[in-house]
């Protein structure tokens, strides 16, 4: 990647902490309470949760850090002669090639003015801050996905550990979303009711295919 190519990156910790935190909250709280009523043992029920709680850690490690690298291929405004040869490889005529290229200006131009209206900035590339953003959304991540594991972990009557889990989170969703509007300056009511329908909903989830396999 071009040192020069700019795009929308992680801003700190804050970011990683919005996007990792909920992300491992939310699906260590879908996977526990539906393994915890599917006929499963005790040591298999702790393996699987460990494994999704480590290996979803890792992929959203990497999604951040993908995300912060860029694609320099998507990152271009204008159609580069590379891909006007592939255009016109396939016998598509000039005229639609240069209406593409017109489309893609286009386009650019209005990307710059919704950044522009939004105040948000681009910035360059850097390898340490992608790496740091995978690491600390990962970790965020964990810290999630720890709290509705954690009762499961300290009592092994599962169905007295669903119980508190479910606390556990919706306690956790109403904190979140608390910190959320502070950090982004948004109405602190309907970020707390919005994220508790999405913690709502996927509770519901997990209880209506619990009901199926049961």
Known sequence: MSKQQ???RSSGWKTDFLIGFPEGLLLLFFTT?????????????????????LAGSILVMISAYQANRGDLQHDESTLSPEERQKLERLNISEPIIENIAAEMQKDAAQWEETLASQQVQ??????????????????????????PFLPYLRNEHFNQAANTSVLYVFIAITVF?????????????PIILRNLAYGAAVWFGAYIILLVFR
């Open 6 to 8: 700019k795009a929308i």
């Open 33 to 53: 309470f539906l393994l915890h009523g599917l006929p499963v043992s005790v040591q298999q029920f702790y393996t699987l949760n460990s494994c999704i709680w």
């Open 122 to 147: 681009e910035k360059q590339f850097s390898l340490a801050a992608a790496i740091r953003s995978g690491l600390l959304t990962g970790l965020f991540f964990l810290l999630g996905g720890i709290l």
């Open 177 to 189: 979303s608390f910190i959320k509007s502070r950090m982004t300056s948004q109405s602190t009511i």
